[in-house]
């Protein structure tokens, strides 16, 4: 699978269109649609769409993931990305207290 056709395909799986795109300032829908027809992409482009979309390079270039990321960790990941960066620090915050207090099970 292409670059494209994974972009489109992660797009369909979190409900982003190419209308959204456009009105968010990142991509004309004609140039969306010009790159299925098979003309690349500007790197800045894909750049500011990942961000948009909120995918890694891995995801969006189709390595896999599944191998990097057990399956609560991705979890753990899709949940975290939901927080705003302020509760992002202080749930990191509060996994360094919870890990101290555990102690580390991988020992």
């Keep these: 699978m292409g670059l494209i056709d994974n ?7 979190k409900n982003i269109s190419a209308y959204q795109l456009e009105k ?16 690349q992409p500007a790197l800045d482009k894909i750049i500011n769409i990942m961000q ?3 995918v890694t390079p ?4 189709g390595y ?3 191998k ?10 899709e949940q975290f990305r ?9 749930f ?6 919870f890990t101290k207090e555990r102690g580390n099970k991988n020992e």
Aim: net charge negative.
């Design 92 to 97: 990191i915050g509060r996994i360094e207290e």
């Design 64 to 66: 896999p993931t599944e």
């Design 52 to 54: 948009y979309i909120e």
């Design 24 to 39: 968010a300032g990142i991509v004309k829908q004609t140039t969306f649609t010009s790159w299925k027809k098979g003309t």
């Design 68 to 77: 990097l990321l057990t399956e609560n960790e991705q979890e753990l990941l």
């Design 82 to 90: 939901k927080l705003s960066d302020r509760d992002q620090i202080k």
């Design 7 to 13: 972009l489109t395909q992660i797009m369909e799986k």
């Design 58 to 61: 891995n995801e969006l270039f």
